[in-house]
Nanobody, 116 residues
Framework: QVQLVESGGGLVQPGGSLTLSCAASGFTFSNYAMSWVCQTPGKGLEWVATITSTGSSTNIGNSMKGRFTISRDNTKNTVYLQMNSLKPEDTAVYYC?????????WGQGTQVTVSS
């Protein structure tokens, strides 16, 4: 079955950086676009970024453009989210996501807290 395991979250000061990873299994990773989404308390899921199956194209949410980069390594079945110039409002649980056979899957999430 589809499994997504996120890692790399933590506590970071404003202006700092983190790299999140998501290890995928249970499907042919290189055939599917992957996304990152985030959720803050009291809010729904917010889309962060998407990368095509080959990695040739990416899209980043407006509030993250210029600060976040999504990438993938199809040899490792892993998608990454490089987060720079972090702000307190980036504090959230971050999930990677795949739409496989018309169903959305998420991992357990990794907490990112931006605070001084």
């Amino acid at each position: 079955q589809v499994q997504l395991v996120e890692s790399g979250g933590g506590l970071v000061q404003p202006g700092g950086s983190l790299t999140l990873s998501c290890a995928a299994s249970g499907f042919t990773f290189s055939n599917y676009a992957m996304s990152w989404v985030c959720q803050t308390p009291g809010k729904g899921l917010e889309w962060v970024a998407t990368i095509t199956s080959t990695g040739s194209s990416t899209n980043i949410g407006n509030s993250m453009k210029g600060r976040f980069t999504i990438s993938r390594d199809n040899t490792k079945n892993t998608v990454y989210l490089q987060m720079n110039s972090l702000k307190p409002e980036d504090t959230a649980v971050y999930y990677c996501n795949v739409n496989w056979r018309a169903k959305n899957y998420w991992g357990q999430g990794t907490q990112v807290t931006v605070s001084s």
